[in-house]
Each structure stands twice: as C-alpha cells, then as structure tokens.
C-alpha cells in the first residue's frame, strides 16, 4: 500500500464537475479515504470507501472504485470557489497511504 | 464535540535544539497517530498510540519519538533538529478499532533555522 499516485493538477469552472483520479496498489481489503486540505490547515476527511464496494455518493461528492484496476475516483458535482484546494486520496493499511495530492483550482 | 488540537501552531527552532508538540484528540478517540509534512516527501507517517502504547511506527530516525497519556493525549518530540526536520506535523485522532476514520488537526508548523 505504498505507491498511491494522483494526477497534481485539476483547473475546473465553476458550476462544473471536478474529476480527481487516483491510483493505489494495495490488493487487500482496505478502507479507500478522500481528504481536503486548504491553505494552512489541516486535512479534512471527506468521503471513504471500503474496497469492497462500487460507488458512495454523499451529496455533491460521489466516489467510484474500480478494483480490477485499482482506480478511485473523487467526483465534485457543481463545484463552486470554496472547492479550491488539494485532496489527497489515502489507502488504510495500519497506517494511511497518502498520494501527493491533487490541486484543484475553480475559475469563474 | 470539539476537534483534534495541536499546539502550538508554529514553532522556530535552530539546529541542534529539540522540540516537544502536543494533540488533544477527540473525545472518546484512543488512538492518536502523527504525520509530517514537507514539499518534497509529502504525508508521511510517524507513529501511532493507542491506550499509552506505541502501536505501529514509521520510518523515521529515533530523533523522532512520541508518548501518549492516560488521557490519550499525545506528544512528539524531535531531538537534535536538522533543517530537513523543517514542516507541518500533523495529529490524527480515531477511536482505534479497526474501521478507521481518522480526523486531524490544523497541525504544527515547524522551521528549522
């Protein structure tokens, strides 16, 4: 559960839908996290996922997983400037397994 | 509920000294784990408590220890600072049964001069 890797940058309209994919390696079952960071804060959790499911959809955000090729994805529906920040997706394995992030940034 | 707290918020040290960061976890979380930040390396995790025990640990030189209390508050201390201890170290709180959500703090962060 080591290699969790994201693509690093996301620019996105407002009122748009934000896609962020990740990619983990860890075969077992886990627990799949999505977490925000803003500007000099810490991480807040958004959404989570066990591996064992498809798809979790918690208002805006809807997540997807495919096992069979160990993809997560984060989507934002009607992204608004708030939205603008890095997520970080993370895989559980006694520990969290951090991608480096993906920078969204939402233009008017 | 209140949150995860760390303090202080930002600390400046020189190299050589050392340094002592404390996290209040959630109430009712045992487990309480840390986690650096930087630029180049990203989230990387430290060590985690749970019940006054050190669970599970990181790959990070023995500069770097921690201590959780019966309370469950946790501290980390970085002994002998070097520059490249420069970063944001975050707690994260969680009941610590297995199904983990783990919340974290605004964090703590650290230069080194």
């Known amino acids: 559960g080591e290699d969790v890797e994201q693509s690093l940058f996301l620019s996105v309209r407002e009122g748009d839908s934000s896609v962020i994919n990740c990619t983990y390696t860890?075969?077992?079952?886990?627990?799949l996290y999505w977490y925000k960071q803003e500007p000099g804060a810490g991480l807040q959790l958004l959404t989570y996922?066990?591996?064992?499911?498809d798809m979790k959809q918690d208002q805006r955000l809807t997540v997807l997983l495919n096992k069979k090729d160990k993809h997560l994805s984060l989507r934002i529906a009607d992204t608004q400037t708030g939205d603008s920040a890095i997520y970080f997706c993370?895989?559980?394995?006694?520990?969290?397994?951090f991608g480096a992030g993906t920078t969204v940034t939402v233009r008017a | 509920k209140a949150g995860v707290t760390q303090t202080p918020r930002y600390l400046i040290k020189t190299r050589g000294q050392q340094v002592t960061l404390s996290c209040s976890p959630i109430?009712?979380?045992?487990?309480v784990s840390w986690y650096q930040q930087t630029p180049g390396q990203g989230l990387q995790f430290l060590f985690e408590y749970f019940s006054e025990t050190q669970r599970n640990k990181g790959n990070f030189p023995g500069r770097f220890s921690g201590r959780q209390f019966s309370n469950s508050r946790s501290e980390m201390n970085v002994s002998t600072l070097e520059l490249g201890d420069s970063a944001l170290y975050l707690c994260?709180?969680?009941?610590?049964?297995?199904?983990?959500?783990?919340?974290f703090g605004s964090g703590t962060q650290l230069s080194v001069l």
């Open positions: 860890d075969s077992s079952s886990t627990y």
């Open positions: 993370a895989e559980w394995d006694y520990k969290l397994s």
């Open positions: 994260a709180s969680s009941l610590g049964e297995g199904t983990e959500k783990l919340f």
């Open positions: 996922i066990f591996s064992n499911m």
């Open positions: 109430s009712g979380h045992r487990s």
